[in-house]
């Protein structure tokens, strides 16, 4: 006790308070739920650079068709095979982007362009195919983009009736269980068992061939995995004691689902959407791939893939721009989601 | 004792939970006391004693497997009417223990508080309906601003008053403690039970305390009830219970309780009480009155040889 | 503590712990002093949050990651053979910690014994597993051994136990086991951090008197942590009561019961109810603990207490002497500040509990 350092003021020994005041308490903590989330996932450097892909991929998807003057199925068989050429890029003479390929031929690799030809005419100088043309000769820049849209749309509209009818469908079963959960986790064990393949190839022999049919397809079988998420979350909360508080005070059962439930496992409903986009997209890819795709002209990321599967030994780059594509969307979808659940659920690291 | 009409009957009430085919367990076994209004009655046992159980089924959270629970003279053990189960989400409300997992983690505090009108009231002007909690809030001591706050926000006493005034807003006759100062920091406890004494005071509401902290159980209640394996072993008045404890399960309960006094504490050593080596059956036993409304459960014979050694 | 010179086995100097949360960094332990002799029971007060269980997983070395020790010292005495060991527990690594100290000399009895036994390992298992490691016990004798010690601690047929597995016995019995996992290297230190809250009463009292038995038998210096009086009354000599991070007063039992002299413990003392007279409020402390978070200026209860001083919102009061054993930390015991005397509940409680006591003629 240095009475020295301490400096007194008059006035400090008097005492504060009077008497027994009425205390109000005075709320302990000011972080809001919500701000916390936002800060760990801008802590979380790839979540934000996958945001940021799927801006840019969305971009051009909406703006990418338009950008040039080719459209996606305008078919010029004398444009068949042009390899990519960027006008921009062509003038820094780097090799690469100026309309030229290697192709491999029996006597050996030979260099070709199509497009500028020393020895005669083509017609072709003053044509730019950004990413090249096809077999068909369809600009692959547009049709890539335009491809992009569709993968995207079918993708997303299957996660959104994923969402709605598996979560419904999972919040249902948790919540009620008994005989109710027993007998809707049985049906769905059993569609889970049909493979996804047979009933896809069902599906598109009873309806026509077709964005619709794809999209139900991917619908049909996507929804068990959000429903199993749903129904676990469920099955964590139903016995919390802020539940029994909404039973004791006379709330009826789909108040409860809905009202208090519900806002409690969005956030893992949400991730559980941004993994599933991605699985989609892949499905769609691998269903174009093997021949059940969107039927011609329309083209998906997928069924672009796939065409260009069959010249990938003749005319490599057909093949790149999509599958770069498609790597990017599921790669920044996969940093999204893996951000977006740490984020909403710090591990402890803090104990 | 005035001759009152209990606000609350429980009659024999059996509540069993099946485990496996043959098996259930009995949680509670036959219990049997009133509550009159405005009063508090305290339910005090160990772990495994039933007494949060017999709270959760006298409010219906669980289907009772027998006997007879009677609020205000209607019988709510069974199937019930639209009218009587309406009247029992109002009129009968429930606190709980576990501050944190009592509060709907997404709602404000206003929207916590006003559950009960949103249900009961769906189509209340929502000016009134925020005058409501204010008022409530008042009434437990938290300020008005705190309504748009979220209950992470909050410390372990402050969300149980918040519960509290959940509770309150129906202005319901009784309201059932479930343990609920039990998690709570002893001073924060001390806050807690005075504000439910005041409030009492204010609203002449009975309460069921359930707990099995004796010395807070003591202190709150009129009239107490001990269980034990799911079998109330003895009833009556506070000073009927701890100036002559009957029952060898009271006894052993209250002389476990410690006294903060460090000297006497010391010296003082607990009494032991076994139940499957005591002897005693309690699903032999009756109620035998004691004098006043001093109830205990044993057989003729147990009780003789429980008296007469005063 | 008159007139035989104690021998010191712990003591802390200025410990200051904080950990990173995410929301910053928050100050736990800020400047912690206190010191353990032979075969005495200490107890650490406090409610959530004033830092009681920090304290002692620094003795024992338990910190988690994002816990950083800022300051301070905690020296610990012992006999290693015929040889005094001094040394400081803060400087030595964990792996040091954990084949020197932990288990071998300094024990600790946790809170919750569903947790605290590993449930794939039978009951024998576990007794003898610490013996076994630490001191080389051959499996025989650790086996005969394990067997004594759940004898001591009131199991009853220890043998038929060992095969046991900690689901088959009830709270109670676990938290016996515990106990003589702690025992079983002959420590000098034992450390349970509110060991009988997490069971029923009946049993709580009769954990503690096992474990007076056992002090005295054994000559254990015991530092005990609750948030209890009761506990605190039954087996304490010397009492230590904590608040945001800090000890706020300190003293023997006796001293601490009949003679508080700071403002948040008569809080404590008088939020437990009578079991005499039942009328009138509860004095109750409003308000809740302080958040670490935020620097505190001055004295962090200064918000709680009904007799602040404004230099309590200034200045952090440093302890004052009372007696040689007695200290306490409030301005109150400045010589400038107002004559205070403690709620009358409380001193009429005090007053009661004196006549009692003379009745039987303490």
């Known amino acids: ?351 | 004792m005035e001759n009152r009409k209990p606000l609350l009957e429980v009659r024999n009430l059996k509540q069993h939970f099946k485990v496996s085919r043959k098996f259930s367990v009995k949680a509670v076994d036959g219990v049997s006391f009133e509550i009159y209004p405005g009063e508090t009655y305290g339910l005090v046992g160990e772990s495994g004693s039933g007494k949060s159980t017999i709270g959760r089924s006298i409010i219906r959270l669980y289907d009772p497997t027998g006997g007879s629970i009677l609020f205000k003279e209607a019988d709510i053990s069974g199937k019930m009417d639209k009218k009587t189960e309406k009247n029992l989400r109002m009129k009968m409300q429930m606190i709980f223990q576990d501050p944190m997992a009592s509060l709907n983690p997404r709602k404000k505090v206003l929207d916590l508080i006003a559950l009960g009108l949103d249900i009961h009231h769906p189509k209340m002007d929502p000016e009134e309906r925020k005058k409501k909690v204010y008022d409530i809030l008042d009434l437990v001591g938290l300020s008005h601003e705190h309504a748009s706050r979220y209950p992470h926000q909050f410390s372990g006493g402050q969300r149980q008053r918040i519960g509290i005034a959940r509770a309150l807003v129906m202005n319901p006759d009784l309201i059932i403690a479930d343990e609920a100062i039990s998690a709570l920091d002893v001073s924060i406890q001390a806050q807690v039970v005075n504000l439910m004494k005041e409030i009492q005071e204010k609203t002449n509401i009975a309460y069921l305390f359930i707990a099995h902290d004796l010395s807070m159980v003591r202190y709150i209640s009129d009239r107490i009830g001990v269980l034990h394996f799911g079998h109330l072993v003895e009833t009556g008045t506070t000073e009927e219970i701890f100036e002559n404890p009957i029952h060898p399960y009271t006894k052993s309960l209250l002389s476990a309780i410690p006294h903060p006094n460090p000297v006497t504490e010391r010296e003082r050593k607990s009494m032991t009480y076994d139940y499957a080596s005591s002897g005693i059956d309690y699903s032999k036993g009756v109620l035998q009155n004691v004098g006043g409304t001093h109830q205990v459960l044993a057989t003729e014979e147990e009780l003789q040889r429980w008296t007469a050694k005063g | 503590m008159n007139t035989v010179e104690k021998e010191t086995v712990l003591e802390m100097k200025d410990l200051s712990i904080s950990f990173k949360t995410s929301a910053g960094e928050v100050k736990a332990i800020r400047g912690v002093d206190f010191t353990l002799y032979k075969g005495d029971t200490v107890a650490i007060v406090g409610e959530s949050g004033s830092g009681k269980s920090v304290t002692v997983k620094a003795i024992m070395g338990i910190l988690s990651g994002n816990e950083t020790v800022n300051s301070g010292s905690i020296h610990f005495t012992y006999h290693r053979g015929d040889e005094v060991v001094h040394e400081d527990l803060l400087k030595l690594s964990r792996n040091e910690m954990r084949k020197r100290i932990n288990g071998k000399r300094i024990a600790m009895v946790f809170q919750d014994p569903m947790t605290s036994l590993n449930p794939t390992m039978s009951i024998g298992a576990q007794v003898m597993e610490g013996m076994i490691y630490h001191h080389k016990k051959s499996k025989a004798e650790a086996r005969k051994r394990a067997i004594e010690l759940l004898d001591l601690v009131g199991i009853p047929e220890p043998e038929k136990r060992m095969k046991n597995y900690p689901h088959q016995l009830s709270g109670g019995m676990r938290q016996r086991v515990v106990i003589a996992i702690a025992l079983s290297c002959d420590p000098e230190v034992l450390i349970c951090d509110e060991p009988t809250t997490a069971l029923d009463v009946t049993i709580q009292a009769k954990i503690l008197e096992l474990i007076k038995e056992i002090q005295k038998k054994m000559n254990i210096s015991v530092i005990y942590i609750t948030h209890d009086l009761g506990v605190v009354a039954k087996v304490a000599d010397y009492v230590a009561v904590m608040y945001a991070g800090k000890f706020i007063e300190k003293g023997t039992t006796e001293e601490i019961f009949f003679d508080p002299r700071h403002p948040y413990t008569w809080g404590l003392l008088s939020a437990i109810p009578s079991l005499e007279k039942t009328e009138g409020a509860l004095y109750a402390i409003p308000g809740s603990p302080p958040n670490l978070l935020h620097q505190v200026v001055g004295d962090p209860f200064a918000p709680r207490n009904l007799y602040a001083l404004n230099i309590d919102y200034r200045i952090e009061p440093p302890m004052f002497k009372i007696s040689d054993t007695h200290f306490a930390s409030t301005w109150l015991l400045h010589e400038d500040a107002p004559k205070v005397e403690m709620p009358k509940q409380l001193k009429e409680r005090i007053e009661g509990m004196r006549k009692e006591m003379k009745m039987h003629g303490k």
């Open chain 1, 1 to 351: 006790m240095n009475n020295q350092d301490i400096l007194f003021k008059p006035g400090d020994f008097e005492l504060v308070r009077e008497d027994q005041n009425d205390f109000v308490d005075e709320a302990y903590a000011k972080e809001s739920y919500w701000r916390d989330i936002l800060s760990r996932f801008v802590k979380n450097k790839g979540a934000v650079i996958g945001l940021f892909f799927i801006f840019l991929i969305i971009l051009m998807a909406v703006v990418g068709p338009g950008m040039n003057e080719h459209t996606y199925d305008s078919q010029i068989i004398q444009h068949q095979n042009l390899a990519p050429r960027i006008r921009a890029i062509e003038s820094l003479n780097i090799g690469i982007f100026d309309g030229s390929e290697k192709m491999s031929t029996s006597t050996g690799v030979v260099e070709v362009n199509k497009y500028v030809n020393p020895e005669k005419e083509t017609g072709l100088e003053n044509t730019y195919y950004w990413f090249g043309t096809d077999v068909l000769g369809r600009d692959i820049f547009t049709r890539t983009w335009t491809g992009t849209r569709i993968s995207l749309y079918i993708a997303l509209v299957a996660v959104l009736v994923d969402m709605l009818f598996g979560m419904s469908y999972g919040l249902i079963s948790g919540y009620f269980g008994g005989k109710v959960d027993m007998a809707m986790q049985r049906f769905s064990e059993v569609l889970n068992g049909i493979p996804t393949l047979v009933l896809v190839t069902l599906l598109i022999i009873v309806m026509k061939p077709g964005l619709f049919t794809i999209t139900l397809a991917l619908a049909l079988t996507g929804w068990i995995g959000m429903s199993r998420v749903a129904r676990a979350q469920v099955l964590k909360l139903k016995e919390q004691e802020f539940i029994l508080a909404s039973k004791t005070l006379g709330a009826k059962d789909f108040f409860i689902i809905f009202k208090e439930i519900l806002p409690n496992i969005f956030g893992q409903l949400i991730i559980m959407s941004m993994f599933s986009v991605p699985n989609a997209i892949f499905t769609e890819a691998f269903l174009a791939f093997v021949g059940l795709g969107v039927p011609a002209p329309n083209a998906s990321l997928g069924s672009l893939i796939s065409d260009a599967f069959k010249s990938f030994t003749t005319h490599p780059y057909m093949i790149v721009f999509p599958v770069i594509v498609l790597g990017i969307i599921m790669l920044s979808f996969n940093l999204l989601a893996d951000g977006l659940r740490d984020a909403f659920d710090p591990k402890m690291k803090e104990r």
